[in-house]
């Protein structure tokens, strides 16, 4: 069984490097006026306190959103033409919660959320006979679940690699999407609007680490849009599916699909859980991870280049994907890509562990398309995106444009950056 990798296949690559550290140069661009409020935040679990990471939150009435990062903590920016609106703040397994901004204070705001209780019998659906019918039911009707249109989404990347848990290298950017129809065959096209970067490359232990495809490799998560990279006709059958405890998405019933490759398969597949909506069949979300059983076979699909006296052994590569609604029908909201990996060098004593982060939010979607943009505007499949971005020197660099709020160890690493460049 020949399976396609391209959506894993180019993310990594180890070159020589000497030692040495590199900032990006100075950006700066002319902000807009600032017409917007700010929320900032964190959102947690009622009875336990506890940071909810992933969690959507979306202005109602108008398609600005953003996410939670690890920590629970958020960042909202909205006009203040639409301060009379709700927003809705979403996760997997809990209550919707709906919350007027009117009733926020600006910072340090605690959302608190409850869990669903599902009881998935009592809805009014036709169930499906088994879990591989009920998957095959999500794939079949992408053509009617999902934007059938072209359309025009901003969004927010990150991609990060740590060493251990030292942040080593940074790289954030703002893009536009041309996102192509779900029915169709062509792909998505990305345009760079803001783009700013960190690298320590003496921090990497004289081994180069870059993420090679960038936004792409965000995109590509969006297997419904991309099927070929998980899912198709031809592969199904080298997987195992089952039913799992049922739960809720959005005051909606959703069913929770298991899935592992078949012990008789070698390549290395994919294991994990889908989140199908109960009454549409609509993929709302999946969260799975590479096997990595035979490190060999795994390790080819992800190394570009390295020193002939480098092995590398990948550890973890975790994925997830949500898709949102817009007056019924769903689109590819926000995905996640963690790779972990160590390298052991031939005669030395320790080894080292990498860690690769991606992750992309859509912020806002337009249904008008953007027909000035300039091919020489657009980035390729293959960007690396640290080599087209620059440094952290603007604090007001974004604007307007939501992001993801920054973790606490980023916000160190940039703080501890920043200094070092007044010094210099």
Known sequence: MKTKYLFFVCLLMLLFSTSYVCYGANYFQEQPKETFTEYRGMVVDRDTKDPLAFVTITVNDTQISTITNTEGEFLLKVPNGLLDKDISVTFLGY????????DLNGEEIQILLDIAVTQLSEVNIIAPKDALTLVRAALDRKGNNYFNEQSTMTAFYRESIK????D????????EINKQPYKSTKTDVVKLI??????????????????????????????????EYIFTDNTLSDYEFSFDK??????????????????SVIDPL???????DA??????????????????????????KKPNKVTVIPLQAAYRVDYRTIDGQWYYGYSY????????????????????????????????INDETKSTQLLKPTVILSDEASGFSDPNFWGEYNIIEPEKSIESAISKISKQLKKS
């Open 95 to 102: 209550t919707t919660k709906v919350i007027p901004l009117s």
């Open 163 to 166: 060493k251990r848990r030292r």
């Open 279 to 304: 009454q549409t069949f609509a993929l709302t979300s999946a969260i799975y991870n590479l096997n990595i059983e035979n490190s060999e076979l795994a390790a080819d699909m992800f190394v570009r």
């Open 246 to 263: 049922s739960t809720e998405i959005d005051n909606k019933s959703v069913y929770v699909v298991k899935f592992k490759q078949k012990p």
């Open 168 to 175: 080593a290298s940074l790289s954030e950017a703002v893009v």
């Open 270 to 276: 994919y294991y994990g859980k889908l989140y199908i």
């Open 194 to 227: 803001k783009a700013r970067k960190s690298t320590n490359y003496g921090r990497l232990d004289t081994l180069a680490l870059k993420l090679q495809g960038g936004p792409y490799t965000a995109l590509y998560a969006d297997f419904l849009k991309y099927p």
């Open 337 to 368: 890509i963690q790779l972990i990996f160590k390298v052991d060098w031939k005669g030395r004593w320790f080894n080292s562990v990498y860690s690769l982060n991606s992750e992309m939010v859509i912020t806002d979607v337009s249904k008008k």
